[in-house]
């Protein structure tokens, strides 16, 4: 005899679902006014099918993101310790190429309507401080006085998440969050990177 699937959703699109109610209930409610229950409710999934897949209310705007940065920062730590701000341009470009519309995308271009300005610059300044620490690691490490290396931490991960916000108010057909990384670092290259 074999099993039976399973009836609901399919695991593959809960996620994605949640995500869309959530952006929804956002943009109807508030997200203030807005309750995991809600949201799983209006998506049609258990309590626990949410935090399968999400922490928290707010990790279903920044999941996608935040594994991007994860990345990016297990990639820091492992560079040599005679790296360069070219490699770690690099590094950090992989977290905005080919970065497509998601929860976060419409959370930046409709936070007034959402209610979400508060909770933006709460969890972008959580993001921020990760990869400034990410890359101003990788500065000491290769020589960069403490204070240099700071500034320049915090200036490639401003860089990176000015340039995804841009993007993301501008709307997504309005060019690569990439290219506006790119534009971003230009004025950071005036900051040596060497001593």
Not at 125 to 134: E, I, K, S, T
């Amino acid at each position: 005899m074999t099993k039976q699937a399973r009836a609901g959703r399919p695991r593959v699109s809960s996620r994605e679902t949640l995500s869309e109610a959530a952006c929804e209930l956002f943009l109807e409610r508030g997200y203030e006014a807005t309750s995991i229950i809600d949201i799983t409710q209006r998506a049609g999934v258990s309590r626990s099918s949410f935090f399968n897949y999400f922490t928290s209310k707010s990790d279903v705007l920044w999941s996608g993101l935040d594994t991007r940065i994860d990345d990016a920062l297990d990639a820091l730590a492992a560079l040599d310790t005679d790296a360069g701000g070219e490699e770690v341009r690099e590094l950090l470009e992989r977290v905005v190429i080919d970065f497509a519309p998601d929860p976060l995308a419409l959370a930046l271009r409709n936070a007034d309507a959402m209610g979400l300005e508060d909770e933006l610059v709460r969890d972008t300044g959580l993001r921020h401080a990760r990869l400034a620490a990410g890359v101003a690691d990788v500065a000491r490490r290769s020589g960069v006085d403490t204070i240099k290396a700071d500034i320049l931490g915090a200036a490639y991960a401003a860089s990176l998440l000015s340039a995804l916000r841009v993007w993301a108010e501008r709307g997504a057909g309005s060019g690569a969050p990439v290219e506006l990384f790119g534009g971003a670092l230009n004025g950071v290259y005036d900051l040596p990177w060497r001593p």
